[in-house]
């Protein structure tokens, strides 16, 4: 197998994985926007509580599900988005390496557990990385900055890793994207994106997604220590995830925050503004749950998670209003 190295790839590790991947990709295409853009032109708010038998701990979800945020941000800025599944290893091989020996890096959807360089060891089948290389024995990625940037892992540890089954996991999923001579200015996509986020996060169909999932969790999180097997180890981990598990911070919300304020500087309009000053008001919010969560696992004090059930009631407060200035938007 002879060594390919993708000239021009800048592997530069964001805080998100997928907009990682995204960042790669376009840049290498000639477009380049920040992380915070690439989020919010994708859309890629959510909030989701799941939790149901068999769970060993519920699930808090800040972002759409994965890959939604790559479909959205192509179809929105017309990017001709090209994507392969299958079901073999050695197909799923070729379909990768093809684009890589055209001169061109792919990104990959697959579950980060079989990983080498991954400091954690959970199943996740919704990470995505971009690849851009490989030799006879491993494959050259880009994943966020928290997991190295530019990394490597064998071969056969990615092929385990993209033929992964389980939840939210794809049929070793690889793809691409086009930029095309005259793509749409992005600049004109970002009302468009925004209120899209808006409408979909308040007409969520089911009552723990949006704002309502939001106050699903405040009545939930109270009652966290006698769920969890192990608070000492299981509300510290749960708090580490929504900080630092790629999200940017406060769940996606410090992106969110980050994405209205680059837009406040572009577009002049008090409903942007104020939708920006209350995403500002729920990234600190949010951090504040994760803190008291922490706490809960750390001392085993129940009132901490009441304390943390109260500030997401708020939280559900002021993302719904939120989001109701920005759907109002022009």
Sequence with gaps: MKPIIVPGVEPRGLHH???????????????DLSEPLLFGLGSGLSFVYWDRK?????FLGGRVKPFELTRNLAARLGLTLTVEETTSARKAWRNAAASLDAGRPVGLQLDCYHLEYF????????HVVALYGYDEQDAHLVDTGQQGGAVRTSLVSL???RAERGPMTARNRSFTITVPDRPPAWQDQIIPAIKDCADAFLAAP????????????ARRVPGWLSRVADPG?????????????????????????????ECARLIDDALLRTGHRLYAEAAE?????STLIAKAGENGDPGCL???????RELARVEREAMETLARLP
């Excluded at 068999?54 to 519920?58: A, E, L, R, V």
Aim: overall charge negative; hydrophobic content about 45%.
């Design 159 to 161: 092929a385990a890793a």
């Design 233 to 261: 180890r299981d509300l510290p981990e749960a708090a580490l995830l929504m900080e630092r598990g790629g999200t940017g911070g406060a769940l996606f919300r410090a992106l969110y925050r980050d994405f209205l304020d």
């Design 17 to 31: 994985c997928e907009t990682t991947a995204l960042g790669v990709l376009l840049r290498h295409e000639g477009l």
């Design 54 to 58: 068999g769970m060993t701990f519920p």
């Design 119 to 126: 400091r954690s060891k959970v199943h996740f089948g919704g």
């Design 306 to 312: 009441d304390q943390a059930g109260a500030v997401l």
């Design 206 to 217: 089911i009552a723990n997604l949006g704002h309502r999932g939001i106050a699903e969790a």
């Design 285 to 289: 919010r949010w951090t504040e749950v």
